[in-house]
């Protein structure tokens, strides 16, 4: 299973951007899909989750400015950040857990989102 994500890039304070993250390969049920950060010199976190079933989990910082989203039929996950913040600077990575030939999870290469005050 591959992991492309793609949409990171240099923002000022305020804008938005839109993160994708498709699946490709031998893909079992997909029970998560979600997107991580890790910014230098902190660990990487949960930023937000969806679970096959639509239920949603956010980190407590980005409630209300960032969005996940799936399209199943297509098996991708998109985050969506608006209202972004410096502190939101970090490589993000897209994350899938699934019941493959048992729990299997797998990470996208990680995309860059910069954030400029």
């Known amino acids: 299973v591959q992991l492309q994500a793609s949409g990171g890039g240099l923002v000022q304070a305020g804008g938005s951007l839109r993160l994708s993250c498709a699946a490709s390969g031998k893909i079992g049920s997909i029970n998560v899909m979600d997107w991580y950060r890790e910014a230098p010199g902190k660990q990487r976190e949960l930023v937000a989750a969806e679970t096959s079933g639509g239920v949603t989990q956010y980190l407590d910082s980005v409630k209300g400015r960032f969005t996940i989203s799936r399209d199943s039929a297509k098996n991708t996950v998109y985050l969506q950040m608006n209202s972004l913040k410096p502190e939101d600077t970090a490589v993000y990575y897209c994350?899938?857990?699934?019941?493959?030939?048992?729990?299997?999870?797998?990470w996208g290469q990680g995309t860059q989102v910069t954030v400029s005050s």
């Open positions: 994350h899938v857990g699934m019941h493959g030939m048992g729990w299997e999870e797998y």
